[in-house]
């Protein structure tokens, strides 16, 4: 069992795990991490990515690997070179390849550099290189990554500030589980390290991990005796800050720190610890292997490699540190049958009564178990079969790999979801909703993953074989719901929308659905009953948007102002955007909710009307405006002076750059000024707004709710002028 591991620059490892009283640390002298280098992938998959592979026979190391052990050998970053055999991909036997233990883990990609560079492009073959330390740690030493809570329950401490804050003034911000730290920066640096002899955390949550340098940085300042995080002296900066592009998103990620003995969460750079909490964070470390500190900044496919490093493992298959598998031929016609994504029945635009949502359960993921979808059997060349629909391609009946490493997830989500409808108790719903939570977000990337260029065993005609069967299977659910009388109002991959054919007779949705479950293998379930349900359109077109609309589920208590909760499901609207200004989604809410009532667009004009005549008194406080944005990239790249790039060039003058990947939030003051003075800041004191552009932007979120009924901007604007006019005749006729 590990709590986290630490490593130091002589090469030796401390490990630290839970104990009754505490802690136990063990020194681990002379860990030596391991890589492996073989064959040419000319060698592996042939020159044209043969359907076979066949590498040439041999009983010892190649020419070329020899040549390379001799020259690797007595170099400082290497410290022992053997032969060994072993697997280099899921469909080739063991044959032997170099064994190279490294001097230190950060030899190890020095040395995979060096490879990369002798004798002729891709010679060689490398593998388990870029595995995460703590990872590779609990691999190699067959340590369980789980820290073991049967022990006792991990004890945290959050150290919270504002992220506009910066220098050491910030630390009179600071907060420890919500509680003011102090009024001085040394007041501040005393009172962390009170907290954390007191309560000796086990984690140590920050809102951000620029606080650990900060927090040192301060105690040398003001001469705080012994000041530390961690269970020994000082901190180590793991990586620095960088900006990355993923699927046309420009991303950021901050800069990571650890401390001896203690786990470090950073919340500015953790999906897992926001999506399930720290309970689904150690649910996952247990069933991944990967340490609590490595899982809480790991992105969803670094968790999904994880699972599929364990199983490659478990085969004896080597984990390569390229995607190196050329693509197979395809003629030009199964390359456009193969890319064409999955199945989408445009929305109905309007509002339907008496609406039905069915889902196939984790359909993706049951599509590869049950279809047997693995990089090694789509397309296998030992199989002469035409199993994918439209495409033709071969699945070997040899179990795959990827199905061993799903199965597990599938089943335990839906155990798990079957225990939360059946437990009475608050708290271990909870626990149970993070559990499922962190399982869920794995079982929805593994199909994505599979058409990632850089997936380690990932495979685009794995990808385009999914695709292709989850088309088949909707539309074979469209056609079985029909002919039983209902009719489809929208379909988008997995989720089918209908509703009672006018016309006709139906069946019970609950037979048709069995039946469905039956033919394909894959549960439909019956998730979600409406009283009604709205299809938004696009905007300046009459055609259905695939992913804007918004209903309201029956049983539920008719959802007061602001409360929309769980009574009324939305999606793709407003308020379900991250950039959008509180007010903004008040304003939405609320309209829903009256909308719920009455189904009525000249009602909810009027309670757009009564927000925005609070606004125009000023009585929205600022808080509630500002506006939050991803920026894609520096200040002076931009070629147009946005509101962006004037909020962007505010924080600069006040001492503080964002990176691109980062969220900048303001509040709007005067839309259309010049220069930093369109916009204000958070932190930065004003009662002004914008008003117009905030009534542009309120007016835009009620459009998306009287769309569906056939109302546009103008005519909510027009509402609006005659209201105003209305009322201030009504005013002036009083006096």
Known sequence: MVLTVDFRSSGDVVHWALTDDGVARTVHEGYTPTLFVGDTVRNLYGRRGGSTPTPPDRDGLSDSLLELRTVLSGQDAVADIQCESHR??????????????????????????????????????????????????????????????????????????????????????????????????????????????????????????????????????????????????????????????????????????????????????????????????????????????????????????????????????????????????????????????????????????????????????????????SPETVRCGCCDSDDVPDLGYSICETDGYLPTVLGPLIDARSSIKDQIEETTDNAERERLESDSSAIKWILVSCFGYQGFSNAKFGRIECHEAINAFAREILLDAKTALEDAGWRVLHGIVDSIWVTPASDRDQRSLATVAAEVSDEVGITLEHESEFDWVAFCPMRNSESGALTRYFGKRRHEDRPSAGEVGDAIKTRGIEARQRSTPPWVTTVQEDALCVFDETRSPDAVCDVLHRHLTALRRGDVATDDLVVANRVSKRADAYTQETLIVAALRRAQHHGTSLAPGQTIRYVVVSADGHGIDRVRLPFEETQSYDVDWYEDAAIRAIESIVSCVGWENEDIRQYLADTTETTLESYLGGE
């Open 88 to 373: 280099q991909t899921f469909r080739t036997d063991p044959r032997p390849i170099l064994r190279i233990d490294a001097a230190s883990i950060d030899a190890v990609r020095r040395i995979a550099q060096r490879i990369q560079q002798f004798n002729h492009p891709a010679e060689y073959t490398c593998y388990n290189v870029d595995i995460t330390r703590q990872f590779r740690y609990c691999l190699e030493t067959d340590t369980s990554a789980n820290p073991d809570q049967s022990v006792r329950s991990l004890r945290s401490l959050t150290l919270s500030i504002p992220a506009h804050k910066s220098g050491h003034a910030s630390l009179t911000h600071l907060t420890i589980d919500g509680d003011a730290a102090g009024p001085t920066p040394e007041a501040a640096v005393n009172a962390v390290d009170r907290s954390v002899r007191e309560r000796d955390p086990d984690v140590i949550v920050v809102s951000t991990a620029d606080l650990i340098p900060l927090l040192f940085e301060a105690a040398d300042t003001h001469d705080v005796p012994h000041f530390e995080l961690g269970r020994a002296s000082g901190y180590t900066k793991l990586a620095g800050e960088s900006t990355y592009t993923s699927y046309g998103q420009v991303g950021h990620s901050p800069a990571r720190y650890t401390v001896p003995g203690r786990v470090v969460i950073d919340e500015s750079n953790t999906f897992f610890y926001h999506e399930a909490g720290l309970a689904g964070c150690l649910d996952l470390v247990d069933r991944a292997g990967l340490p609590l500190e490595e899982l809480g900044w790991a992105s969803i496919g670094r968790v999904l490699t994880a699972l599929q490093i364990r199983a490659a493992r478990d085969r004896d298959v080597l984990v390569p540190w390229q995607a190196w598998r050329p693509e197979l031929f395809k003629p030009a016609a199964t390359l456009d049958a193969a890319d064409r994504g999955g199945t989408t029945f445009a929305p109905a635009v309007g509002v339907h009564e008496d609406v039905h949502e069915l889902d196939f359960a984790s359909l993706y993921p049951n599509i590869i178990r049950t279809r047997n979808i």
